[in-house]
C-alpha cells in the first residue's frame, strides 16, 4: 500500500516488554513502512510471566500467551522462535543468528534478563534450578517428581512466588535468604518479620540469616546445603532465585556502552550509545537504574515505539517502582521511599500482631507529603497511599488515620479529590486527565472506557479505582440513570408485565415486535421469560420459550464454575422419609455426585454432566422427588423447625403449614428468588424474620412477617398481621406474591421492592389486607391460576423426546466423560480441579 | 481448567477438507447447540432468516476454560449479534469472537456452513 520503501526493524527479544513494544509499535500508522522481524530465544512466542505459578495450577502454558499464534501472521511480523541472536555488527548493520544474517534500519534490544546464580560450589548439580521460563517449570516440575522437599534460594519476590510455586507441586517448602529478613528491597524490619510468621504459618520455613556455603550429596534427600554457620538443610530440588541480571551480553559486545554493574544505557528516548540501537526492559539501564517490573518495562516500548515512528512527544524519565502482590496469599505492598533514605524524612507505624497486619508510612520531615510506604496483610490502603505518594497530593492533618483501620474518620482519597495528572494505571499509562477526556468525547460507561483507555485491562490492579472514577465523572455531567429495562425495551419491567398481560402477549416475538425493537439479549430475555411465565405459567421450555432461558432454566439445573451441573430435589418442608433419603443417597453413590446439606433444608448434588442430568432425574422422579426450582427465579424452599408435633414448647404444626405453603407457590415465576420458612413458636428456630414470608406461630394462630433476606445486605423482615387464621395468611400471601410479581423490578428482591414502595409497609398493608386498590379478588384469582397450572418441569421434559435431547452435550458425538471437566478427590468426595487466581503486578 | 479444554489447545488440528457436522433440524433457532470434530468443541448459533443464518465459536469459554458457551444467551446490540458467557456473562461478537468488555479474551472463530439441511465445517479461511 505505501510507497516508500520498505524499512527493515528488528527486534531481539520476544518476552512481555518486547511483546508490547510490537503491539504499541503495529498501532501506529507509520508502522506500515516497516517490515517487523523478532528473534525469541525461547521455542513458544511472548507469555505471561506475572502469572507464571498458574502453570503449575493447570499445567497449560498455552494460556500464559500473550497473543494468539495468528497476532503475527495478521499483522505480517515474521517470529523466529528459537533462534536466538548470536552477534549484532552495528558497521554492517547486520545481525547473526545460528540461521542466517539480517540487515536492519533499527535494531531494538528487548532481551530481558538472566535469573542470577550464586557461586557456590555445587550449584551445577542436578536438580539445581531456576525459576524464569517455561522451560525451567517444566524442569522444576520434572524434578519434582518423587521428591518431598524443595527449597528456595532467595527469599525476594520472585524467590516466595517459586516457594509457592513448590508448595503447588506438593513439596515441603522452605526459603533461605541471605539477608535477616524477607523481601528486602521492598520492606522494612518489621515488614519483613510479620511477612516471615505469616509465610511460616502457610506451611514454607524461612531461614533467614543463612549463607549458602556448598552443596553437597544428601543421605536422607538428593541433595544437603552446606550453610556458613555450620548448620545443614537436605532437600531434592534447588531453586535459584537470588535476583536478576540484565541479559547485556549482545549489547556488549557491540560495543554499546554499559553500566558498570551491567545493563545497557539508554537515553530518555530509549536509544543505546548508537542512535539506530534501543534498548528496553530489564536489559536497559536509565540513569542507573534497571527497571524490573512490567509496567516500567511497558513504559520503556510506549516511548520506543512513539521514536521509530518520528514522535517525540513521549520520553522515558524513569519509573515509579512501587508494586502491590499477593505472596502465597499473603497481601505486601511497596510504595516509594519504603526504608526511609530520604534525609530528614520520618515515619508512621500500626502494628497488630494479633491480626496479622503492618503499615507504615514515610513523609517527608514537615508531614505534609507521603515520600513511601509499606502495607503486609492488607492491601486495601494501597491504592489511596499511592496516589498520595505519585501526585505530591497535601496529606490530612491526621496523616496516621491513613493506615488506622475501621476508623470512621478514615479519610478516604474520593475520585474527586484526584488532579487530572493522577496515573490511575501505570500499566498503560493513563491519567485520571485522559479518563475525563475520553467521558467529554463521548464514552458513556466502563466497558467503552476500557475499550477505548485500555485503561485496567494490563494487571487490573487499578479496576476499582478506575470504576469509582467513572462513575463520579459520570454522575458529574449529568448523565441520567436510565430505567428502560435494555437498549430493545423502553420500559421498566412493571410497565413491560402490564403489556404483557393487558395485550394478552403470549410469546417474547410478540412483545419485541408491537412494544421493543432489535433481537433482544441477555438482559430482557429471561426477564421477559419470567414475566410470560408470571402471566400464562406455560412451562418454561415450551418451544418459543427456549431460546430465552438463562442456561440455569435452559437446563433445569444450576451450572457451576467448571460446566456441570447440580441437582436440588424439593424436599417440602425439610422433611423426608429414610426411603426418599436413601434413594437421594443411591444416586449421588452411582453418579459420584458430590453432596452438601443446603441452608434450606435440602440436599444439593453436585458435578453431573448435561447428560446425565435426565437420567438423573428419572432415578429420582421414579422414587416420587419433583424438581426443587433451584435454578429458578422462584419460590426455593420453605424452611421449618419441627413445631408442636415433637417440641415441647411448639404451638402450632409449623411442619404442615411449611409443605403447605411450599406445594403451594413451587414453581410460579417472580422477578427474583423467593423464599420463606414457619415456625412452630416464638423462639423462631427456622430464622423466620430473615425470609421474603416468615410465619411464626402463636398460641392464636400465625403472625405474617413480609419482606426479609440474608445473603449480601441481611434485612429483617417486618410484622406484617397478627393471629391469623389458615385461611387469611394464605389468601395474604397469595396477594402480596402477587403483587410482588406484577410490580417488581428485575432481580429486586422483595425487601428493596418494599422499600421503594411509596408508602412502604403501610402502604403494602393497605393494598393486601385492607384492598385499598380493589385488588385483591384479581391478585387471588391470578395466583390461583398460576398454582392450578403447575406442573413438575423435569417430570415434562422427560416425557418429550424432543425437549430430552436438548441434553446431549454434543449434537454429533457421544457423551463427553465426567472426567473431561476435571475433578479431584477431597474428604472423600469429588471436587472441581482447583483453580489459582492470582492477579497481582510482578514480572 | 477442565482437562477438555487442555486437550483442545494444546492440539490444534486444522483440517483441510470440508465436515459434515450435523444437520439443520439438530439446530435450534436463535439459540445454541455444540459439536464436535477431533479435538474440537464447536457451539453452533442458528439464526433463521438473518443475513448470517449460522455463527461456529469455540464452545470452551475463554475466562474458565470450561465446556459452555453453546449455553450462552444469544444478544444483540446495535445490529451486532452477541453471545454471553453463561457463568459470568461476557459478552463475545460472534463475527469475531472478540470479547467486549476484556480486550484479552477472544473466542476462536470457525467457518461453517449451512448448505442443504446441512451443517458444514469448512478449512479456515486465510
Known amino acids: 500500500m505505501t510507497t516508500s520503501i520498505t524499512k527493515q526493524l528488528l527486534v531481539i527479544g520476544n518476552g512481555m516488554v518486547g511483546q508490547h513494544f510490537i503491539e504499541q509499535f503495529l498501532s501506529r500508522a507509520d508502522a506500515a513502512q516497516w517490515q517487523l522481524t523478532v528473534f525469541a530465544g525461547e521455542d513458544r512466542p511472548a507469555y505471561d510471566r506475572v502469572h507464571l505459578s498458574e502453570y503449575f495450577s493447570d499445567a497449560n502454558a498455552d494460556k500464559l500467551q500473550l497473543a494468539a499464534d495468528s497476532f503475527y501472521r495478521d499483522n505480517d511480523v515474521s517470529l523466529k522462535l528459537n533462534e536466538a541472536v548470536l552477534a549484532i555488527d552495528r558497521e554492517a548493520k547486520t545481525v547473526t543468528t545460528a540461521k542466517a544474517r539480517y540487515f536492519y534500519d533499527k535494531l531494538v534490544l528487548a532481551t530481558g534478563s538472566y535469573p542470577f546464580v550464586p557461586p557456590i560450589a555445587g550449584n551445577d548439580k542436578p536438580h539445581c534450578l531456576v525459576y524464569r521460563t517455561i522451560a525451567d517449570l517444566e524442569a522444576i516440575s520434572a524434578s519434582s517428581k518423587d521428591a518431598k522437599v524443595g527449597v528456595v534460594i532467595g527469599g525476594g519476590l520472585l524467590g516466595l512466588e517459586a516457594a509457592n510455586a513448590l508448595k503447588l507441586l506438593g513439596l515441603e517448602a522452605h526459603v533461605v535468604e541471605f539477608a535477616p529478613q524477607l523481601m528486602p528491597v521492598q520492606l522494612d524490619k518489621d515488614g519483613g518479620e510479620l511477612l516471615r510468621s505469616k509465610i511460616a504459618q502457610l506451611g514454607v520455613s524461612v531461614h533467614t540469616d543463612k549463607a549458602t556455603s556448598s552443596i553437597s550429596e544428601g543421605t536422607e534427600q538428593r541433595l544437603q546445603l552446606n550453610f556458613s554457620d555450620g548448620s545443614v538443610l537436605q532437600t531434592d530440588v534447588i531453586v535459584f532465585s537470588a535476583g536478576i541480571r540484565p541479559q547485556d551480553q549482545p549489547g556488549k559486545d557491540a560495543g554499546l556502552e554499559l553500566g558498570a554493574r551491567g545493563g545497557i544505557v539508554i537515553n530518555n528516548q530509549c536509544q543505546t550509545s548508537d542512535s539506530d540501537i534501543y534498548a528496553i526492559g530489564e536489559c536497559a539501564l536509565y540513569q542507573g537504574q534497571l527497571f524490573g517490573l512490567v509496567a516500567p518495562g511497558y513504559q520503556m516500548a510506549r516511548t520506543a515505539a512513539a521514536v521509530l515512528c518520528g514522535d517525540s512527544s513521549q520520553s522515558f524519565t524513569g519509573a515509579d517502582m512501587s508494586t502491590k502482590l499477593k505472596l502465597l496469599g499473603v497481601d505486601v505492598g511497596s510504595i516509594g521511599d519504603a526504608h526511609g533514605r530520604t534525609p530528614g524524612s520520618i515515619s508512621l507505624r500500626y502494628r497488630n500482631d494479633l491480626a496479622g497486619e503492618y503499615r507504615k508510612l514515610v513523609l517527608s520531615a514537615d508531614g505534609k507529603q507521603l515520600l513511601g510506604a509499606v502495607l503486609v496483610g492488607d492491601n486495601s490502603y494501597y491504592d489511596t497511599l499511592l496516589q498520595y505518594a505519585l501526585n505530591g497530593l497535601a496529606l490530612p492533618a491526621d496523616p496516621h488515620s491513613l493506615i488506622l483501620p475501621q476508623s470512621n474518620s478514615k479519610p478516604l482519597l474520593g475520585p474527586a479529590a484526584l488532579p487530572d495528572s493522577a496515573t490511575l494505571c501505570s500499566c498503560h499509562n493513563v491519567s485520571k486527565g485522559a479518563i475525563c477526556a475520553a467521558l467529554d468525547g463521548g464514552v458513556q460507561d466502563l466497558a467503552g472506557i476500557k475499550s477505548c483507555t485500555k485503561a485496567a485491562t494490563g494487571c487490573g490492579g487499578c479496576a476499582a479505582l478506575l470504576k469509582s472514577v467513572v462513575e463520579h465523572e459520570l454522575s458529574a455531567r449529568g448523565v441520567a440513570v436510565s430505567t428502560d429495562l435494555c437498549e430493545h425495551f423502553s420500559y421498566s419491567r412493571q410497565q413491560l408485565y402490564h403489556l404483557v398481560r393487558v395485550d394478552g402477549i403470549k410469546t417474547f416475538n410478540e412483545l419485541i415486535k408491537s412494544h421493543g425493537r432489535g433481537h433482544g439479549c441477555e438482559i430482557c430475555k429471561p426477564a421477559v421469560a419470567s414475566i410470560l411465565a408470571s402471566c400464562w405459567n406455560e412451562p418454561v421450555l415450551a418451544k418459543p420459550h427456549v431460546a430465552l432461558q438463562d442456561t440455569n432454566d435452559t437446563f433445569l439445573a444450576n451450572m457451576q464454575k467448571n460446566g456441570t451441573y447440580s441437582v436440588v430435589p424439593r424436599i417440602p418442608g425439610g422433611e423426608i422419609t429414610p426411603a426418599m433419603l436413601i434413594s437421594i443417597g443411591k444416586v449421588a453413590e452411582q453418579y459420584q455426585l458430590y453432596t452438601k446439606i443446603t441452608g434450606g433444608q435440602r440436599i444439593d448434588l453436585f458435578g453431573a454432566t448435561l447428560d446425565q442430568l435426565p437420567l438423573i432425574w428419572q432415578q429420582l422422579i421414579d422414587a416420587g422427588f419433583e424438581t426443587g426450582h433451584a435454578y429458578g427465579k422462584s419460590l426455593r424452599t420453605v424452611k421449618s423447625c419441627v413445631g408442636s408435633t415433637w417440641c415441647r414448647y411448639g404451638v402450632q404444626d409449623s411442619v404442615s403449614m411449611a409443605i403447605l405453603l411450599e406445594n403451594r407457590y413451587k414453581g410460579v415465576r417472580a422477578p427474583h428468588k423467593i423464599k420463606m420458612a414457619v415456625s412452630g413458636c416464638t423462639r423462631e428456630c427456622a430464622e423466620a424474620q430473615s425470609k421474603d414470608v416468615g410465619v411464626i406461630a402463636t398460641e392464636n394462630g400465625w403472625n405474617l412477617y413480609v419482606c426479609g433476606n440474608g445473603g449480601m445486605k441481611p434485612r429483617h423482615a417486618d410484622l406484617f398481621a397478627t393471629d391469623l387464621t389458615d385461611e387469611q395468611l394464605l389468601s395474604y400471601i397469595d396477594r402480596l406474591l402477587m403483587f410482588y410479581i406484577k410490580t417488581a423490578d428485575r432481580l429486586q428482591r422483595t425487601a428493596s421492592w418494599m422499600n421503594n414502595l411509596e408508602g412502604g409497609l403501610d402502604y403494602l398493608r393497605d393494598v393486601i389486607i385492607h384492598d385499598s386498590l380493589g385488588l385483591a379478588a384479581e391478585l387471588e384469582a391470578q395466583m390461583q391460576l398460576l398454582i392450578g397450572n403447575y406442573q413438575c418441569e423435569w417430570q415434562t421434559v422427560l416425557n418429550d423426546p424432543a425437549q430430552r435431547a436438548r441434553f446431549n452435550s454434543y449434537v454429533n458425538a457421544a457423551a463427553p466423560a465426567r472426567s473431561e471437566f476435571g475433578f479431584v478427590p477431597e474428604r472423600g468426595q469429588l471436587i472441581p480441579t482447583r483453580q489459582l487466581n492470582n492477579k497481582e503486578n510482578t514480572l | ?126
Open chain 2, 1 to 126: 481448567m477442565s482437562q477438555l479444554a487442555y486437550a483442545l489447545e494444546n492440539q490444534p488440528e486444522i483440517q483441510q477438507q470440508p465436515v459434515l457436522l450435523c444437520q439443520q433440524q439438530d439446530l435450534v433457532p436463535y439459540s445454541g447447540v455444540a459439536a464436535r470434530f477431533a479435538e474440537h468443541a464447536i457451539a453452533l448459533f442458528y439464526l433463521p432468516g438473518k443475513e448470517v443464518e449460522l455463527y461456529g465459536v469455540s464452545h470452551i469459554d475463554p475466562a474458565s476454560g470450561a465446556p459452555v458457551m453453546a449455553h450462552g444467551l444469544l444478544g444483540e446490540s446495535k445490529g451486532a449479534f452477541y453471545i454471553a458467557a453463561p457463568l459470568h456473562k461476557q459478552q463475545y461478537q460472534l463475527s469475531d469472537g472478540q470479547c467486549l468488555s476484556d480486550s484479552t479474551l477472544k473466542l476462536q472463530v470457525f467457518n461453517v456452513q449451512l448448505q442443504h439441511g446441512q451443517v458444514w465445517l469448512l478449512p479456515p479461511m486465510e
